[in-house]
């Protein structure tokens, strides 16, 4: 699998792509993108970056996945609830206090 360069991200894009491979841990939320290299999880941390979002790669067990920033998640969540379809919204993780 390869990320096409002309690709760019929109809240219903990165709420399609949550529903389909995103997961959540508590508050934190990750994309399962173990199946592409670390170049095309680098340029997909760039276009969430180009979304105000924050994120690193975050190793699971053998291979990298994309782990969103806590500081970021209220935005996240801002970002994908409207095009969250219900049966759908366990998925997104708890809103973390702000103090």
Known sequence: KSISRSLRLNPLILAVWFMDDGSRSRSSVYFNTQQFCIN???FL???LG???LIAT???DKLYY???LSTRCI???I???KP???KSMEYKLPLRPRID
């Open 50 to 52: 180009e979304s105000g």
């Open 78 to 80: 801002d970002l994908v």
């Open 45 to 47: 941390i760039k276009l």
């Open 74 to 76: 209220n935005h996240f």
């Open 83 to 85: 095009y969250i379809i």
């Open 40 to 42: 095309d999880q680098k």
């Open 57 to 59: 790669l975050n190793k």
């Open 65 to 67: 996945r994309i782990r």
